[in-house]
């Protein structure tokens, strides 16, 4: 059996308890390392789980799956995903793998940014599409998240932004020379995601176009969502490259249209005082 166990979002403690007992029994127990992190490092879920645990980078699962899922007909063996196991399309194509090799798979669920984030009073039903903000470099700076961001806002709805991770990476001059040194681990803020958007802002003011999204839209900033020191703000985006959220993993929501609930909550962790968050808001309500 391949089991898919989703880990959740703070510490050792999260999984499940079907989780942790599957982790238990098997022979085999990888941890994917690639798609986001969690506060604590590998060995404090090894002394946790009672296990050890074998890392598996994006090359592994991408390119070695059939290393991965070697004697999994005839052992139980186990694939620990943070957050949720479906919240990367990676793991849907090891399921493919594993089925047409005949092995049998378990999912076991836990909790993701993709429902957590109704920690902040956005009310889950009420978001469009997911969007992904990738880390910009000099010669290559998409604009393609910011036409869904616009085309969810324009719907009334709010948008989850997943910022970048970069793991195991290779600079050009050591992926051209073929040398396996690793650039350090960088993760995206919240500040980073903001300057983004206000530089395509002005950019498309620049083309002659009005954009659905100005500095002023209210947007909320997350930080270490599940974890004891989880921080949550909301103001404007323009305030939003600013805040100070500490260490990662962050996630930004550009909001959409809100209902005054939806308000209500947002003011509980607004970084500016409330008639001035109000105004900036109001004219989104519903």
């Excluded at 960088?186 to 002005?202: D, F, G, H, K, T």
């Amino acid at each position: 059996m391949l089991y898919l166990v989703g880990l959740g979002l703070g510490d050792a403690k999260d999984i499940t308890v079907k989780g942790l007992e599957a982790v238990r029994r098997c022979h085999r127990v990888y941890l994917e390392a690639y798609t986001s992190v969690l506060t604590v490092g590998k060995e404090a879920l090894e002394e946790f789980y009672g296990k050890e645990l074998i890392l598996a980078d994006r090359e592994m699962v991408e390119q070695e799956a059939d290393s991965l899922l070697k004697e999994a007909d005839v052992c139980d063996v186990a694939f620990l995903v943070v957050g949720d196991p479906f919240g990367a399309t990676t793991h849907s194509d090891l399921v493919l793998r594993a089925v047409k090799l005949g092995i049998p798979y378990k999912v076991i669920h836990n909790a993701s940014i993709m429902n957590a984030v109704g920690c902040c009073g956005l009310q889950l039903y009420n978001f469009g599409e997911t969007v992904s903000i990738v880390f910009w470099t000099d010669t290559w700076k998409p604009e393609s998240f910011f036409d869904k961001i616009e085309k969810n806002r324009q719907n009334g709805m709010h948008t989850l932004c997943l910022l970048d991770i970069k793991m195991k990476e290779q600079s050009l001059e050591n992926l051209m020379k073929g040398r396996k040194i690793y650039e350090p681990p960088r993760y995206m803020s919240v500040n980073q995601a903001a300057e983004q958007l206000l530089a395509i802002i002005q950019n498309r003011r620049l083309q002659g176009e009005k954009p659905e999204i100005t500095e002023d839209t209210i947007c909320v900033g997350l930080a270490r969502v599940g974890a004891p020191d989880e921080k949550i703000v909301s103001g404007t985006l323009q305030q939003m490259s600013t805040v100070e959220l500490g260490a990662p993993l962050h996630s930004l929501i550009v909001t959409g249209n809100m209902h005054p609930l939806e308000l209500e909550m947002l003011k509980l962790f607004s970084v500016v005082d409330s008639p001035t968050f109000e105004n900036n808001a109001c004219q989104r309500t519903t």
